[in-house]
C-alpha cells in the first residue's frame, strides 16, 4: 500500500500511520459527527476526506452524526421554540417530523459527499436501513427514545462489503413511530453493541480540560469521576462524559473526545502517538 499516494502532506507521520494500521486492520471504530461547529463546510469537507483516506486504508469505520444547528436553523423558519429538559429537546409531533427530514437529509448528503471522493456510504436512517430499535425517554420529553437494541447483523454485513454505515441518530418504537436520540447516547449504544477497538466523540472543544484549562491527553475512568465531583467537568461535558463511561464499561476498549476542527484530527487520534484530544480508558 502506497501510504504517501493516500496520506494529507500535514497529516501524521506515515512511519507511525503503518503502526496503527497494522494495529486497527481487524477492528471497528465508531465515529460520532456533531456539535455546533460542523455546518463550516470546510469542516465537513475534511472530515469526509479523513472518512475517505480511513476507507482506502482498509479501516472499518462505522459513522453517527448529529444535526442540533440544522434542526434549530430549520425550527427557526418555522418560529418553533425549542424546549430542554436535562438538555434534550422536548419533541412533539410537529417536531419530530422536522428533525426527521433534516437527520435524513444531512445523513444524505454525508453519503453523497463520500461517494463524490470514490467511497461508498450507506445510508442508515428510520426510512432506509433502520437498525436502532428505541423505548421512549420519558412522557414529557415526547419523541426522545433511548436505544435497546441495535441490529448488529446489517452494520456487520455493510462493513464487511468495505463500505461505511452511515448512521441517523434516530429509531423507530415498537408502534414503528420515529424517535430522536442523543446523538452521542446513539453513538455509544452503536458501540457497545459492536463492542468496538474506539469511539471517538467529535466535538467543538478540545478535549478535557483540568483546572488550569490545559488539555488533558489521557485519563482513567476514575479519575475522571473525581473531575465530575470536584467540578473540573461541568454541565455540558458532563453528558458526553456519561456515554464515554457507559462504553467503555460495557466493552468499548476506550473512547477519545477530539477537536473536530482542527484539521485531520481523526487522523492525528488514530494514527499518531499523542492522539489529538482525551482519551478515556477503563
Known sequence: MELEKILPNDGPPIEEVQK??????????????????????????????????????????????????????????SNIKSKFIR??????????????????DFNNDIVKSLEEKGTKGVPINTKSNNVIHVDP??????FVGVPKKIE??????????????IISPLG????????????????????????SRRLLLMTNVEGVLDKNKKLIQEVSSSK???????????????????????AINNGVTAVAIIDGRKKHSILFEIFSDKGSGTLIRK
Open 172 to 195: 423507530l418504537g415498537k408502534d414503528l413511530q420515529t424517535y430522536n436520540i442523543n446523538g452521542d447516547t446513539a453513538a455509544g449504544a452503536i458501540a457497545k453493541s459492536l463492542k
Open 20 to 77: 496503527y494500521v497494522n494495529k486497527y486492520k481487524n477492528e471497528l471504530i465508531v465515529i460520532k459527527y456533531g456539535g455546533n461547529v460542523f455546518i463550516d463546510r470546510e469542516i465537513f469537507n475534511n472530515f469526509i476526506s479523513d472518512l475517505n483516506i480511513l476507507n482506502e486504508l482498509g479501516l472499518s469505520v462505522i459513522v453517527v452524526h448529529g444535526g442540533g444547528p440544522r434542526i434549530k436553523r430549520e425550527l427557526d423558519k
Open 137 to 142: 425517554e420519558s412522557s414529557e420529553l415526547g
Open 224 to 246: 475522571i469521576l473525581e473531575m465530575i465531583k470536584d467540578e473540573t467537568i461541568t454541565e455540558g461535558m458532563i453528558p458526553k462524559i456519561n456515554t464515554c463511561l457507559d
Open 87 to 104: 438538555g434534550l429537546r422536548v419533541t412533539d409531533k410537529k417536531i419530530i417530523n422536522i428533525v426527521e427530514n433534516v437527520l435524513i
Open 152 to 165: 448488529v447483523d446489517v452494520i456487520n454485513k455493510i462493513l464487511n462489503e468495505n463500505l461505511i454505515p
